[in-house]
């Protein structure tokens, strides 16, 4: 599973300070998701950030089907 979450942020032309604030998910926590360091967040978070992103859930995980 890949998290979508940095090229989708960029596309709305936000910083991770400013998703931060509009989703209530901690900048470094966004910043983690964003690196790949935690690559299995809640829905709970997920739905927070594709509110803000303006996407659904689909467009923001991507889901490897080889594995």
């Known amino acids: 599973m890949r998290l979508k979450i940095e090229e989708l942020r960029k596309k ?10 509009k989703s209530g998910v ?4 966004i910043s983690e998701l ?3 360091k935690y690559d299995n967040p809640t829905v ?12 659904t859930l689909d467009e923001l995980v991507d889901i490897d089907d080889e594995e």
Do not use: D, I
């Open 26 to 29: 901690a900048r470094g926590y």
């Open 12 to 21: 709305k032309k936000l910083s991770r300070r400013q998703l931060s604030l």
């Open 44 to 55: 709970r978070v997920l739905v927070k950030l594709s509110k803000v992103l303006c996407c």
């Open 34 to 36: 964003e690196s790949g």
